[in-house]
Each structure stands twice: as C-alpha cells, then as structure tokens.
C-alpha cells in the first residue's frame, strides 16, 4: 500500500507552516521522512520487483572483485584487523559477499576482519588502518537545487498552489552555494538549472576526521566538474525511479519514487584534498574492476557457461559491470587516501 498521499500531506502542512521549502528540505522528506520515505518506508526498493538494480545484486562477483582491493590494501598496511566501514548498507548484500571473499585474499594467518555497516545518517566511529567503501551512496544525498538568472545564483524553493507543489526561486538559502562554484572554478551561463550536494562535503569531512589512518573507495554515478555542468545539462541531472522507469518530476509518487542526482567527483576531489584526503586514482567501474582481474573473470565464465547455467547469469551479470557503455562506464570509482603526520610533519603510509 502507497503511504505517498500522507508524506505528500506532511509536506505540504509544513510549508503551510513555516513557507516555501528548499528543495533540500523537500528531498530530504521525500526520501527520508521516518516510517513515510522511500529509504525509510520498510519495502525493499532493490531488484526485479523494485525500482532499480545495483551492481553488488547483480552478481556475487562484484564483492569478490572488491575484496581483492580490499585485500590488496590490507597488506600494504599491515595490522591486525582488517577494519571495513560500509556507507549505506542497505540490506548488507555486498557486505555478505565481501567477508566471503576477503580470508582468501589476506596472508595467511591473517583472517581477523571487523565489517561495520553504517546507514544513513548513523555517526560515522573513529577508525585507523581501515578502509571505507561506499556504493551508490552519495548519488540519494538531498541536494540544493540553483538556477543562475540575470547573472545571479538563485536557489529553488517548493512552495503550494493549493494542494499542488510549486517551484520559486529566491536568493541562496546559505553562502555555501556560491562559494561551491566559486571553489570549484565553474561558471554557470543565465538560465543553467543544477544541483549542489552539500551533503557529499560534510560527508568527505566528516570521513576525515574519523579516518586516522586508510583508503576510501566510493562507487557511484557521475561525472567530474566540466562534464556535469556541459551546457547540454543545462536541465540538471536530477531523476526519479519508480518501478524500473525514469521520471522527470520529483513531485510524483512522493515517497514511492527514488530521488537522486549524479555525482561531482570533481567537489569530491577538491574538497577531499583540503580536508585530507589525497586522490589516489580515479576511473570507470570497467577499468577499475578490470585491473582486479575482471576481464580474466569474464573469460573464464564464458567457457564455463556453455555447460553451465550459474556461469552463464554471472558471466551476463559480469559483462553489464565492465560494459564500457553500460554500468562499467556509467559508474566511476574513486579511491582516496588518509595518512598519518609524522612527528617532522612529513606524511607516511606505511
């Protein structure tokens, strides 16, 4: 049963209330309101009988192949316990599928392995030696919404027109949204509508402070800076999902419909950086897993599916990850680095 037309009453009582929203605000609801959100409502929203896919659902194989990564940093910073915080670990899929892959990839002897699955908005515990690894997490943050008109940054707002949601722009809600383009060296030309995901800032940050120690590796949708903001994405990026189908209206299916928007891995990298978070690389999701063996994998299932049914679906579930335009290139990877000061100020991994 749809709970849509109560979240969409609660919306619309508080802008009764308090006035036009953020569409931050208005997001943030949509998606998170306890009990009513789509992230929050209780249905499973992943899988044929839901609104998407993502690639740990697809296939096993998936958290094999970050298991090697996984395994292949551990080494490198040695330890006891193989610590891994997962951002956004939904029904904790890839979190099954990496701890049974990761003993065969640690030296032998070496097999103690904390996994600590975080949700959204759940504090984030101070770590050392650990890696953190998120997958299409940062994509579902509620994000601003900014249209640039007569040469000014306005912010979009939801208000009502009667029981319908409306869009006004008015001044920026908070500094933060000019200085975004301001940090980022991005000029928007009169009339360019797009989204900033403050969230994805407090978000690096807040890894930053809790990180001592280790690498973070995040998987998601996007694009760097002169990309996502091309003039042919003058419209923005944002999308709805509703039962496998694209929407363009955020204000249909409240509560029932996904909201998210593409990632600046760019502002990931940027902010990052002054934070303390050196980039260690960035790429497709095809070059990335292929440098874990994924091409290796993809052959070896191929001879195996002729006889094999199970090899067959992985090898079709592999193939749609390194697909170059398909998920493999769509999905990028970025993996950046915490190191400790050392007591001369320079910095060591080792």
Sequence with gaps: MTKSPELKQLIADRIRAEGAITFRDYMAMALYTPGLGYYTRGNNPIGRAGDFYTSPTSTPLFGKMLARWLGERFREMGGDVCTIVEMGAARGVLARDIKAALRDEL??????????QIDYGDALPAVDNACIISNELIDAFPVHRVKMAAGELREIYVDLDGDRFTEITRPPSTARLPAYFNDLDVSLSDGFTTEINLAAIDWVRTIT?????????????????????????SGGTLMGYHRHSYSTDPYANIGTQDLTSHVNFSALMKYGDDAGLR?????TQSDFLSGLGGQEMLAELQKRSISDV?????????KGLLMADGMG?????LVQEKTRASADGRTYSE
């Design 310 to 318: 199970a090899a067959l679906k992985d090898y079709l579930a592999v």
């Design 209 to 233: 402070d809790n990180l001592a120690r280790g690498y973070v590796l995040t998987i998601d949708y996007g694009y760097e800076s002169p990309e996502l903001y091309a003039p042919y994405r």
């Design 107 to 116: 030296p032998a002897g070496r097999n103690d392995i904390d996994y600590r």
């Design 279 to 283: 980039t260690i690389s960035f790429a």
């Design 329 to 333: 290139g769509v999905f990028k990877v």
